[in-house]
């Protein structure tokens, strides 16, 4: 009876604590919650949004600005409006400074100024990042899908082609090596793959170079010429399961 006793007071025990457990985690999630929902944080980015939008039309307006200036604000401004619920719907391009104007992504890089300002036709919009020949390197953030698990990676990028007919997009064609440091050896696999290159919203999408059907999306609204993040991402879904960080070599 005595033991009967015991393991009954254990599993009360056991509930409390669990229930516990709960209410706390709850909490904590309510606190966030309601900290990320604030007026704060909503008064907060907008003025940061204002701001960006004064720095940039201060430098547009003045001579001798470096393009890398300006791309640097205007990626800045496009991860703010992203953050912020984007201002723009999806598959249309911000095109920045004071007033808020959208153009479609396909009226991006394609020789008439679309955009009030020109920002559509801009030299900072329409290079591309990853020209011919550049090679970028990185290391995982997180990797919850590649069968191989690569200790890094580097993507080579062979050619770019732009079509007469269709300049808004870029072809590319790319090879991803992944290096994976086995018991007493240095593993690479080399996988060809083509993709291609959006200037409206600096992502170049890959083919899944393997059967198991992940694809590729490399992020270059980085706010730094020389980095990018590129998500493996099932094709099927287009859900993002892996991150690297890449760096210019
Ligand atoms: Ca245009």
Not at 7 to 17: F, G, I, P, Q
Not at 79 to 103: H, M, N, W
Not at 156 to 164: M, Y
Not at 169 to 180: D, F
């Amino acid at each position: 009876h005595r033991l009967t006793t015991q393991s009954e007071m254990r599993t009360v025990w056991l509930l409390l604590a669990v229930a516990v457990a709960t209410t706390a985690a709850a909490s904590v999630r309510d606190k966030r919650q309601a900290d990320f929902d604030g007026d704060e944080f909503e008064t907060r980015a907008d003025r940061l949004s204002a701001q960006i939008l004064s720095m940039e039309d201060e430098l547009e307006s003045k001579v001798g600005n470096t393009d890398d200036d300006l791309r640097r604000l205007q990626s800045l401004e496009h991860r703010l409006d992203k953050f912020a619920g984007g201002t723009c719907p999806v598959g249309e391009f911000q095109c920045g400074g004071l007033s808020i104007q959208c153009v479609d992504d396909l009226e991006v890089c394609d020789g008439i100024e679309d955009c009030d300002n020109g920002a559509d036709e801009y030299t900072t919009t329409c290079t591309n990042p990853a020209g011919a020949g550049s090679r970028w390197t990185g290391a995982p953030i997180y990797d919850e899908c590649t069968n191989f698990r690569p200790t890094e990676v580097t993507l080579v990028i062979n050619s770019n082609t732009r079509l007469d007919w269709f300049p808004v997009r870029v072809q590319v064609k790319a090879t991803l090596m992944e290096r994976a440091v086995g018991k007493d050896s240095n593993i690479i696999v080399s996988l060809p793959t083509v993709g291609n290159y959006n200037y409206a919203n600096r992502l170049m999408l890959l083919d899944p170079p393997e059967k198991d059907r992940l694809g590729m999306v490399v992020d270059f609204d980085t706010g730094n010429d020389e980095t990018a993040y590129l998500y493996i991402a099932k094709e099927a879904q287009g859900t993002r399961c892996a991150l690297f960080v890449l760096y210019r070599e």
